[in-house]
């Protein structure tokens, strides 16, 4: 699945307005249909939109903490770009640049919306009250521009400039107290009202998260630079020579992390909230937050990864993957960039986890999760009124000045590896050598900025690539490539992708790229020039018109370079024209709008009603000890035990056969294991208790308690077919023939036979059973009295007479004074067993109404017509609110049953409860 299908071709996107409209539909219909909705969106995200400044006395600033550190380790926050200030005696926030498009995206939903957007605080800075000034801190002035840069002499390798210098502020390493963090609360408010311009911070409300400094360290420098961010880049650790401490305690700050947001969302949720967990720093949130809120089925969970998700084979390398897809999946929603990322996520629950894939997502033991896709773009009125400021004219007329008669190929990324920046160099050393025409007439003004998990390396790698391209094709008057690495102004920076004859875009994975987008704007109003964009950029399914290149092939990379600084003028203004509607359709705005319509149209209908309750143990134990005798019926695989890849290896716990044991042992009790299994398997294991009843091979064979041996329950039904099957599934499985499924095994039972493909390609052995059904029930079950069973990675061929459902009411017509029963299986087979007791128990039928039970085929079947005819019909004892039938598995799991249990160990804790309450101890077996 990571590979087989192919990005869709990206159609025409909805509108805002359109996407708005559909938006509130789709709210009007839920709420007619008494789903509650608050109309109100809690985000979760990473860190807040803001940065936070602490004023502090001078002479207090030693007890602040000996945790008080500088520099900051984020040094990117530009205080003069800041839209919205809110200052106070103790405090300063500022809006914080980074993750633009994001934060215009959640900040467009306000239009309609209240909303509360629950993030951590980032590292709060401190300042001395005696050196701070009324005006924010500036970074305005640390660098020259590029052109004062550029009208230097050449060097030979074009050096960093120093770090910026921030003045007094450092970072509180600390924790704040309840004061302290009831003050920030407030100040928050007052500027969530300040920026929106309202009176309330209702719009959009900010909830800060604390984190301790060493959780918040371990969590973001630890596992999420450390160990995600480089798994879904593509990147394996292979530098890292360091042994990793088990338990890892990056990972247990991330869970802590993780656990935290939840609490903290916990803490503001109201019912019909809609919630939306943002980026691969809280893949846990989603499973934690419904746990903390209790899991009730209403609770409508969103997520959008921004960042790349790679192909399982990659991701199955990460330690803690199973956590952390089931924590992802805990959501209603998840949603990514791109269709291809979506393919490898559900392809890696497949392969990883063993969930079974849906039509429209993954099916994780019956709770469904849907899986989309949505690119996010830009925020496209405030990039056009930075583009079209004053003071970006005289810089695009510095550079023409500077460059005249040269082709400018500009580029702009973080330096690390993924960024692709020295692929970059090295294809336009290729350039610069294959096409000898072009030198001395191009530039490439590579400008980046710090990476946060910085790499010496690569800058010690990147600087003696540029000396060396400047060495090999320059001169005492021109220099081909000036690497600048450092954050430009914005009227800079719009400056050089107005006067830019091509954008070159190499990175080697990544999700959003804003550089890409702004170009295309910037150009506009120019010169329509080109773009060169690595296929491997999330945005790229949407910039088809762009010169796509593989940033590994250097040649090819060449080529794209060539042809774009010769494109001709008509192909230029098509080729833009393609681009700009893909920048103008893919928005930051209309992003927000579709992941929240994808959201709402995922919850509701299927995906929340009809959930199945947790089983009320308290009303069970009630039950259990008012009835006079009890019909306690089990499946075993998934209901007893879990579910295994080797079959063989499914054995019960000592603390299982002893819960068996003993209500078995109970004279009120009639016990039995109802499972697929055959008799052999069920002798080994559970021959031993004498009182125990069994049925194998869903029903085909049964075991009276007190008795020995099987009833073969198929005795007088034609099982001739089984050698048909028998041939079909070995066509399916052994390695000589053409269709084989390695991993495939063949089980031939006395009465049935199964095919598994558990240990099979997920993918493949998913197609091939398809493949098998399709066999099976086109051209031998319309002429066998057979039925064919899809079970959990298995396909089951069975008499069509026998099934688990009728040993269900076989027991109930020779146990007519059963005033209670408990009926516990998980998968499709165990349907039967549901299904019968709802036939005989219809759902809204009057408790009081008695229920005459005619004699089942299971009775019949294994006697004469003669003797048919004088079994009598029963009165059963039992009434319907004394029938649990219970499902293990989610709440959202597709059942007849009435109530449901997550997991086999809940099934015997249920059953250990009963025992516990005075009712009977357990005997040691």
């Known amino acids: 699945m990571d590979s087989m299908h192919p990005d869709p071709t990206p159609g025409i996107p909805p509108s805002l307005p359109d996407l708005k409209t559909q938006v509130a539909r789709l709210e009007a219909s839920h709420k007619e249909k008494g789903l509650p909705l608050s109309g109100r969106i809690i985000h979760v995200m990473h860190h807040l939109p803001v940065e936070i400044v602490r004023v502090v006395p001078a002479d207090a600033l030693e007890a602040a903490g000996s945790g008080v550190l500088s520099p900051p380790m984020t040094p990117e926050f530009k205080p003069e770009d800041a839209e919205t200030t809110v200052e106070s005696a103790k405090w300063r926030i500022h809006a914080r640049t980074a993750h633009p498009a994001l934060v215009s995206g959640i900040k ?136 990793v401490p088990s338990p890892d305690p990056s990972w247990l700050a991330y869970e802590k992390t993780n656990q935290t947001f939840a609490h903290a969302v916990a803490e503001v949720y109201r019912p019909g909230d809609l919630i939306i967990c943002h980026d691969y720093h809280l893949l846990l949130a989603p499973k934690m937050i419904r746990e903390a809120l209790g899991q009730p089925t209403e609770i409508m969970i969103g997520m959008f ?112 590896v993924a960024k692709g920046v020295y692929n970059k160099l090295q294809a336009f050393e290729k350039f610069l050598q294959v096409y000898p025409e072009w030198r001395n007439k191009v530039v490439l003004i590579q400008v980046t900025t710090p990476a946060l998990s910085e790499s010496p390396k690569l800058e010690r790698m990147t600087a003696e690539l540029v000396s060396q391209i400047n060495g090999t094709y320059g001169s005492l008057d021109f220099t081909p490539v000036h690497h600048y690495h450092q954050a430009l102004e914005k009227d800079e920076y719009f400056g050089l992708l107005s006067v830019a004859d091509l954008a070159l875009i190499t990175s080697l994975r990544d999700g959003m790229n804003t550089t890409s987008m702004e170009f295309i704007l910037c150009q506009d109003k120019t010169a329509k020039s080109p773009l060169v964009l690595s296929e491997f950029m999330g945005t790229a399914p949407s910039f088809a018109s762009a010169l796509q290149i593989n940033p590994h092939d250097l040649l090819g990379v060449a080529h794209a370079i060539n042809k774009g600084l010769g494109m001709g003028e008509q192909e230029k203004v098509e080729r833009h024209a393609n681009l700009l509607e893909g920048v103008l359709g893919h928005t930051s705005h209309t992003w927000a709008a579709t992941i929240l319509k994808q959201l709402l149209e995922n919850v509701g209908g299927e995906h929340t009603a009809h959930q199945t309750p947790a089983l009320d143990l308290a009303k069970f134990v009630d039950g259990y000890k008012k009835a006079k005798k009890r019909l306690l019926l089990f499946d075993y695989d998934g209901t007893l035990t879990p579910i295994v890849k080797v079959p063989a290896h499914a054995v019960p716990t000592e603390q299982t056969r002893n819960a068996i044991a003993a209500l078995a042992e109970d004279p009120k009790n009639v016990v039995y294991l109802i499972s697929g299994r055959d008799g052999d398997f069920l002798e080994e294991h559970w021959g031993h208790l004498e009182r125990l009843g069994m049925s194998a091979e869903h029903g085909s064979f049964v075991k009276q308690p007190g008795e020995d041996g099987f009833i073969n329950m198929t005795e007088s039904l034609d099982m001739s077919w089984m050698s048909e099957v028998e041939e079909i599934f070995k066509y399916y499985t052994e390695a000589s023939l053409l269709a084989s499924t390695t991993g495939s095994t063949i089980e031939v039972k006395k009465a049935s036979i199964t095919w598994h493909y558990r240990n099979s390609d997920p993918d493949f052995g998913d197609f091939q059973c398809k493949q098998c059904l399709d066999l099976l029930e086109s051209s031998l079950a319309p002429r066998r009295p057979i039925e064919v069973l899809v079970g959990k990675k298995n396909l089951e061929v069975r008499p069509l007479a026998v099934n688990k459902g009728e040993i269900v009411r076989r027991l109930m017509y020779e146990n007519p004074d059963a005033d209670l029963i408990f009926c516990a299986g998980d998968d499709k087979t165990d349907e039967d067993m549901f299904r019968a007791l709802r036939t005989i128990f219809p759902p809204g039928g009057i408790v009081d109404n008695k229920v005459v039970m005619k004699p089942p085929v299971a009775v019949t079947s294994t006697l004469e017509p003669e003797d048919v005819a004088e079994l009598p019909d029963v009165e059963l004892s039992i009434r319907p609110n004394e029938v649990f039938a219970i499902a293990v598995g989610p709440p959202a799991k597709k059942t007849l049953a009435n109530w449901h249990v997550t997991c086999p160990e809940e099934v015997v804790e249920a059953l250990e409860t009963i025992l516990d309450e005075n009712v009977i101890g357990i005997s040691s077996v």
């Open 108 to 243: 467009s939903l306000s239009d309609t919306h209240d909303q509360v957007l629950v993030a951590w605080t980032g590292e709060v800075l401190i300042q001395p009250d005696s050196t701070a000034s009324s005006q924010a801190p500036s970074n305005k002035g640390t660098f020259p521009s590029i052109a004062d840069t550029l009208a230097a002499p050449f060097s030979g390798a074009t050096e960093a400039p120093p770090p910026p210098q921030d003045g007094p502020l450092m970072v509180f390493g600390g924790e704040f107290n309840d004061t302290d963090r009831k003050e920030l609360k407030s100040e928050l408010d007052r500027f969530s009202q300040a920026e929106s311009g309202k009176d309330t911070s209702e719009k959009l409300q900010y909830i800060p998260v604390f984190l301790p400094p060493d959780v918040s360290k371990g969590h973001y420098e630890g596992f999420c630079k450390k160990t995600l961010w480089p798994l879904f880049h593509y990147l394996l650790w292979l530098d890292s020579t360091a042994t």
């Open 305 to 416: 990864m921004h960042t790349p998700w790679p192909s399982s084979e990659i991701f199955r390398c990460l330690p803690k993957r199973k956590e952390i897809l089931d924590g992802m999946l805990g959501a209603n929603l998840v949603s990514f960039q791109t269709y291809s990322y979506s393919r490898h996520f559900v392809s890696t629950c497949i392969r990883v986890c063993g969930y079974e894939s849906t039509p429209g997502g993954v099916d994780a033991n019956g709770q469904v999760t849907a899986v989309g896709y949505c690119p996010i773009g830009i925020d496209i009125k405030r990039v056009i009124h930075d583009r079209d400021q004053a003071g970006v004219i005289p810089k695009m007329q510095a550079l023409r000045a500077l460059y005249k008669d040269k082709k400018i190929i500009v580029g702009r990324e973080k330096l690390d």
